[in-house]
């Protein structure tokens, strides 16, 4: 399993959607434990008019990730 690199997410979002799904989310614990996570369900947005959509959903995706890794 690789990491992706930032240049990955420096394309544009409508590339960078789709080509996820399938990837996993990893996170290694201190004890040693490994959990993974196959993204399943992807969703982009671009421009002003999606905008405020945009951000809740970016709020949301934050949220669940401070409890993932918390």
Excluded: W
């Amino acid at each position: 399993m690789q990491k992706l690199s930032r240049n990955f997410f420096k394309q544009d979002v409508l590339t960078v959607a789709p080509a996820l799904l399938g990837k996993f989310l990893v996170r290694k614990f201190e004890d040693g434990h490994i959990e993974r996570y196959r993204i399943t369900e992807v969703e982009a947005c671009r421009g002003e008019m999606v905008l405020l959509s945009c951000q809740f959903i970016i709020f949301v995706v934050y949220l669940h990730a401070l409890e993932f890794f918390n």
